[in-house]
């Protein structure tokens, strides 16, 4: 019996382990995280994220539309009246900008309430615990609201940190166009980064408040339609952050209108570029 652990040898990628046994010798390739047999064409050890039905394939057994460089996860949390879908344009670009595959897909009511953000909160807080059981370095994209469910859930994973002696950390976290509000407030100690990614035409983010002081054509939006919750007024950025806040000229060479004030809000969404031109301003760990 022996036990193939890769992460104590040194070999890279393009190498191999040969293994002598009483009747031949099996090659395997050191793929960084995981022991890979080239003959199966098949991984003999489990991803440490674990995220689809066998912990044993590689891209959810999608190699031409995913990949995985490292056996690591990122979480991408979609806001207010939303859904994961909302990611599609970006989420191979994003992947690329933090070296990671997609972790378990991250699905919540985006309901516009205190209290749909805290159950969300609670099930990421859920999902981090049990991605960081595996061994994982956990990033985070989340947008509008999302964000907030992150900043929430930072609470609940330092009071887990206190209670049991723990040191959990989320390794990035990238935020667009969240609405910053004093009663959401980030445990930085638990984020290795923080990035807060904005644009000033975006007047969606900036009524995502909960004072009910947002301005009337909101408000209109609000009466005019059955959807109601919080609204009022909100910052772009925060003083812990790495805060990115796109100006009107920039926003301009991605197609959006100086009064395009909703549809600034959803612009980063769709448009991939947008992430390569800011990857030299994003702060990102490895």
């Excluded at 990035?172 to 100690?189: C, M």
């Excluded at 000033?200 to 009337?216: A, E, F, K, M």
Aim: aromatic share 8%.
């Amino acid at each position: 019996m022996f036990e193939l652990t890769p992460g104590k040898l040194t070999s890279n990628s393009k190498k191999a382990v040969v293994m002598p046994t009483c009747e031949q010798e099996v090659t395997m390739a050191v793929k960084e995280a995981r022991f890979y047999d080239p003959d199966l064409g098949r991984f003999l050890q489990v991803d440490p994220a674990r995220e689809s039905w066998s912990s044993y394939l590689y891209s959810l057994n999608n190699p031409v539309m995913g990949f995985d460089l490292n056996g690591k996860a990122t979480i991408f949390i979609h806001g207010t009246w939303s859904n994961p879908k909302v990611f599609r344009n970006i989420r191979s670009t994003m992947l690329g900008l933090l070296n990671n595959h997609e972790g378990p897909q991250f699905r919540w009511s985006g309901g516009n309430t205190r209290a749909a953000r805290s159950d969300a909160a609670w099930h990421l807080f859920q999902d981090i615990l049990s991605l960081h059981a595996s061994g994982d370095d956990i990033n985070i994209v989340a947008h509008s609201h999302g964000g907030n469910v992150v900043f929430e859930a930072s609470q609940l994973l330092e009071a887990h940190n206190t209670a049991n002696g723990n040191n959990i950390t989320i390794n990035n976290v990238i935020l667009i166009g969240t609405p910053i509000r004093d009663d959401y407030e980030p445990i930085i100690s638990v984020m290795n980064t923080l990035n807060i990614v904005s644009n000033n035409i975006d007047v969606v983010q900036r009524n995502g408040g909960y004072d009910h002081n947002s301005d009337l054509a909101t408000k209109m939006v609000l009466w005019l339609t059955p959807r109601s919750g919080d609204h009022g007024d909100a910052l772009r950025t925060h003083p812990s952050a790495n805060n990115i806040v796109l100006t009107t000229n920039e926003m301009g060479q991605y197609g959006v209108g100086i009064f395009d004030y909703v549809g600034a809000h959803s612009a980063p969404l769709h448009v991939p570029q947008m992430w390569l031109d800011l990857q030299n301003r994003l702060s990102i760990m490895p």
